[in-house]
T-cell receptor
Framework: KQEVTQIPAALSVPEGENLVLNCSFT??????LQWFRQDPGKGLTSLLL?????REQTSGRLNASLDKSSGRSTLYIAASQPGDSATYLC????????????FGGGTRVLVKP | GAVVSQHPSWVICKSGTSVKIECRSL??????MFWYRQFPKQSLMLMAT?????????EQGVEKDKFLINHASLTLSTLTVTSAHPEDSSFYIC??????????FGQGTRLTVV
Protein backbone atom coordinates (compact mmCIF):
# COMPACT_ATOMS: atom_id res chain seq x y z
CA LYS A 1 0.00 0.00 0.00
CA GLN A 2 1.39 3.37 -1.01
CA GLU A 3 2.21 5.79 1.81
CA VAL A 4 3.10 9.43 1.25
CA THR A 5 4.90 11.46 3.91
CA GLN A 6 5.63 15.16 4.00
CA ILE A 7 8.29 16.62 6.25
CA PRO A 8 8.26 19.03 7.95
CA ALA A 9 4.62 19.29 8.95
CA ALA A 10 5.04 23.02 9.49
CA LEU A 11 7.58 25.59 8.42
CA SER A 12 8.06 29.26 9.27
CA VAL A 13 10.52 31.43 7.36
CA PRO A 14 11.21 35.14 6.94
CA GLU A 15 10.24 36.75 3.68
CA GLY A 16 12.84 36.33 0.96
CA GLU A 17 14.15 32.97 2.08
CA ASN A 18 13.90 29.98 -0.22
CA LEU A 19 11.46 27.25 0.78
CA VAL A 20 12.26 23.54 0.52
CA LEU A 21 9.36 21.13 0.98
CA ASN A 22 9.88 17.38 1.00
CA CYS A 23 7.64 14.54 -0.08
CA SER A 24 8.49 10.85 0.12
CA PHE A 25 6.57 7.81 -1.05
CA THR A 26 7.05 4.12 -0.34
CA UNK A 27 6.15 2.56 -3.69
CA UNK A 28 8.20 3.86 -6.62
CA UNK A 29 5.79 2.49 -9.24
CA UNK A 30 4.00 5.79 -9.65
CA UNK A 31 2.34 7.20 -12.75
CA UNK A 32 2.86 10.83 -11.77
CA LEU A 33 3.20 13.17 -8.80
CA GLN A 34 1.39 16.42 -8.28
CA TRP A 35 1.98 19.35 -5.91
CA PHE A 36 -0.95 21.41 -4.64
CA ARG A 37 -1.48 24.51 -2.59
CA GLN A 38 -4.42 24.87 -0.19
CA ASP A 39 -5.43 28.10 1.50
CA PRO A 40 -7.52 27.87 4.71
CA GLY A 41 -11.11 26.89 3.98
CA LYS A 42 -10.46 26.57 0.25
CA GLY A 43 -10.01 23.84 -2.30
CA LEU A 44 -6.71 22.72 -3.80
CA THR A 45 -4.84 24.61 -6.49
CA SER A 46 -2.62 22.54 -8.75
CA LEU A 47 0.95 23.85 -8.81
CA LEU A 48 3.01 21.32 -10.73
CA LEU A 49 2.51 17.90 -12.29
CA UNK A 50 5.52 15.66 -12.82
CA UNK A 51 5.13 12.55 -14.94
CA UNK A 52 7.05 9.47 -13.83
CA UNK A 53 9.48 9.83 -16.76
CA UNK A 54 10.37 13.41 -15.82
CA ARG A 55 12.99 14.59 -13.34
CA GLU A 56 11.67 18.10 -12.70
CA GLN A 57 9.11 20.74 -13.57
CA THR A 58 9.32 24.50 -13.24
CA SER A 59 6.75 27.25 -13.10
CA GLY A 60 7.89 30.74 -12.21
CA ARG A 61 9.44 30.68 -8.72
CA LEU A 62 8.44 27.06 -8.25
CA ASN A 63 10.57 24.07 -9.10
CA ALA A 64 9.73 20.47 -8.30
CA SER A 65 12.12 17.55 -8.64
CA LEU A 66 11.32 13.86 -8.75
CA ASP A 67 13.61 10.97 -7.89
CA LYS A 68 11.39 7.97 -8.46
CA SER A 69 13.97 5.35 -7.52
CA SER A 70 14.48 6.83 -4.07
CA GLY A 71 10.81 7.71 -3.66
CA ARG A 72 11.27 11.43 -3.18
CA SER A 73 10.10 14.72 -4.55
CA THR A 74 11.12 18.20 -3.47
CA LEU A 75 9.28 21.45 -4.05
CA TYR A 76 11.45 24.57 -4.09
CA ILE A 77 9.93 28.02 -3.82
CA ALA A 78 12.42 30.79 -4.48
CA ALA A 79 12.39 34.16 -2.73
CA SER A 80 9.35 33.43 -0.59
CA GLN A 81 6.64 36.03 -0.10
CA PRO A 82 3.92 36.38 2.57
CA GLY A 83 1.42 35.37 -0.12
CA ASP A 84 3.11 31.97 -0.29
CA SER A 85 1.74 31.18 3.18
CA ALA A 86 -0.51 28.14 2.76
CA THR A 87 -0.54 24.38 3.14
CA TYR A 88 1.31 22.48 0.44
CA LEU A 89 0.26 18.94 -0.41
CA CYS A 90 1.90 16.36 -2.60
CA UNK A 91 0.00 13.44 -4.10
CA UNK A 92 1.05 10.45 -6.18
CA UNK A 93 -0.99 8.58 -8.73
CA UNK A 94 -0.13 4.92 -8.62
CA UNK A 95 0.70 2.80 -11.62
CA UNK A 96 -1.88 3.86 -14.19
CA UNK A 97 -3.65 6.95 -15.40
CA UNK A 98 -6.97 5.86 -13.98
CA UNK A 99 -5.80 5.25 -10.46
CA UNK A 100 -6.62 7.44 -7.52
CA UNK A 101 -4.31 9.89 -5.81
CA UNK A 102 -2.63 9.20 -2.48
CA PHE A 103 -1.97 12.36 -0.51
CA GLY A 104 0.68 13.30 1.99
CA GLY A 105 -0.27 15.03 5.22
CA GLY A 106 0.83 18.43 3.95
CA THR A 107 3.30 21.09 5.07
CA ARG A 108 1.89 24.29 6.59
CA VAL A 109 4.04 27.21 5.52
CA LEU A 110 4.13 30.64 7.11
CA VAL A 111 6.20 33.35 5.47
CA LYS A 112 6.71 36.24 7.86
CA PRO A 113 7.01 39.79 6.50
CA GLY B 1 -5.42 25.73 -15.12
CA ALA B 2 -8.72 24.02 -15.74
CA VAL B 3 -11.73 25.03 -13.72
CA VAL B 4 -13.80 22.79 -11.50
CA SER B 5 -16.76 24.55 -9.94
CA GLN B 6 -18.25 23.27 -6.70
CA HIS B 7 -21.50 24.56 -5.25
CA PRO B 8 -22.46 25.57 -2.65
CA SER B 9 -19.31 26.79 -0.91
CA TRP B 10 -21.00 26.46 2.44
CA VAL B 11 -24.29 25.14 3.76
CA ILE B 12 -25.98 24.84 7.12
CA CYS B 13 -28.74 22.29 7.48
CA LYS B 14 -30.86 20.77 10.20
CA SER B 15 -30.19 17.28 11.46
CA GLY B 16 -32.17 14.70 9.50
CA THR B 17 -32.34 16.64 6.26
CA SER B 18 -30.43 15.92 3.04
CA VAL B 19 -27.92 18.15 1.32
CA LYS B 20 -26.79 18.04 -2.30
CA ILE B 21 -23.37 19.28 -3.43
CA GLU B 22 -22.64 19.82 -7.11
CA CYS B 23 -19.30 19.52 -8.87
CA ARG B 24 -18.94 20.74 -12.44
CA SER B 25 -15.99 20.36 -14.77
CA LEU B 26 -16.15 23.54 -16.83
CA UNK B 27 -13.22 23.18 -19.23
CA UNK B 28 -13.16 19.50 -20.11
CA UNK B 29 -15.25 16.37 -20.07
CA UNK B 30 -14.57 14.20 -17.07
CA UNK B 31 -15.49 10.54 -17.15
CA UNK B 32 -14.17 10.24 -13.62
CA MET B 33 -14.57 12.56 -10.67
CA PHE B 34 -13.56 12.06 -7.06
CA TRP B 35 -15.13 13.09 -3.77
CA TYR B 36 -13.01 13.79 -0.71
CA ARG B 37 -13.65 14.70 2.89
CA GLN B 38 -11.24 16.77 4.91
CA PHE B 39 -11.16 17.14 8.69
CA PRO B 40 -9.56 20.19 10.33
CA LYS B 41 -5.78 20.29 9.95
CA GLN B 42 -5.77 16.93 8.19
CA SER B 43 -5.16 15.81 4.65
CA LEU B 44 -7.83 14.68 2.21
CA MET B 45 -9.63 11.39 2.64
CA LEU B 46 -11.00 9.84 -0.54
CA MET B 47 -14.64 8.90 -0.14
CA ALA B 48 -15.59 7.63 -3.56
CA THR B 49 -14.81 7.60 -7.26
CA UNK B 50 -17.63 8.81 -9.46
CA UNK B 51 -17.86 7.26 -12.92
CA UNK B 52 -20.02 8.77 -15.64
CA UNK B 53 -22.92 6.53 -16.48
CA UNK B 54 -22.20 3.89 -13.88
CA UNK B 55 -22.22 3.32 -10.15
CA UNK B 56 -19.71 5.05 -7.95
CA UNK B 57 -16.93 3.12 -6.27
CA UNK B 58 -16.81 3.75 -2.54
CA GLU B 59 -13.78 3.51 -0.28
CA GLN B 60 -13.83 1.12 2.62
CA GLY B 61 -15.82 2.45 5.54
CA VAL B 62 -17.83 4.97 3.51
CA GLU B 63 -21.58 4.29 3.58
CA LYS B 64 -22.92 4.36 0.03
CA ASP B 65 -26.52 4.84 1.23
CA LYS B 66 -25.42 7.79 3.33
CA PHE B 67 -23.38 9.51 0.64
CA LEU B 68 -25.22 9.18 -2.67
CA ILE B 69 -23.21 9.98 -5.76
CA ASN B 70 -24.64 10.62 -9.19
CA HIS B 71 -22.54 11.27 -12.30
CA ALA B 72 -25.18 11.70 -14.95
CA SER B 73 -23.13 13.68 -17.45
CA LEU B 74 -19.51 14.19 -18.43
CA THR B 75 -19.41 17.55 -16.67
CA LEU B 76 -21.48 17.07 -13.52
CA SER B 77 -21.22 14.89 -10.45
CA THR B 78 -23.34 15.34 -7.34
CA LEU B 79 -22.87 14.17 -3.76
CA THR B 80 -25.97 13.98 -1.58
CA VAL B 81 -25.52 13.62 2.16
CA THR B 82 -28.71 11.91 3.25
CA SER B 83 -30.27 12.25 6.69
CA ALA B 84 -27.38 14.42 7.78
CA HIS B 85 -26.20 14.39 11.39
CA PRO B 86 -23.76 16.63 13.24
CA GLU B 87 -20.95 14.09 12.75
CA ASP B 88 -21.31 14.60 8.99
CA SER B 89 -20.20 18.20 9.42
CA SER B 90 -16.99 18.53 7.46
CA PHE B 91 -15.30 20.04 4.42
CA TYR B 92 -16.13 18.17 1.21
CA ILE B 93 -14.04 18.62 -1.95
CA CYS B 94 -14.51 17.23 -5.43
CA UNK B 95 -11.86 16.61 -8.04
CA UNK B 96 -11.91 16.07 -11.76
CA UNK B 97 -9.17 14.33 -13.70
CA UNK B 98 -8.10 16.05 -16.88
CA UNK B 99 -7.35 13.82 -19.88
CA UNK B 100 -3.65 14.59 -19.32
CA UNK B 101 -4.17 13.00 -15.84
CA UNK B 102 -3.68 16.26 -13.95
CA UNK B 103 -6.17 16.56 -11.09
CA UNK B 104 -8.15 19.76 -10.58
CA PHE B 105 -10.17 20.49 -7.48
CA GLY B 106 -13.29 22.41 -6.67
CA GLN B 107 -13.43 25.17 -4.09
CA GLY B 108 -14.82 22.86 -1.43
CA THR B 109 -18.09 22.87 0.52
CA ARG B 110 -18.25 23.51 4.25
CA LEU B 111 -21.18 21.51 5.62
CA THR B 112 -22.48 22.27 9.09
CA VAL B 113 -25.30 20.13 10.48
CA VAL B 114 -27.10 21.60 13.46
Amino acid sequence: KQEVTQIPAALSVPEGENLVLNCSFTDSAIYNLQWFRQDPGKGLTSLLLIQSSQREQTSGRLNASLDKSSGRSTLYIAASQPGDSATYLCAVRQGAAGNKLTFGGGTRVLVKP
Amino acid sequence: GAVVSQHPSWVICKSGTSVKIECRSLDFQATTMFWYRQFPKQSLMLMATSNEGSKATYEQGVEKDKFLINHASLTLSTLTVTSAHPEDSSFYICSSRHPNTEAFFGQGTRLTVV
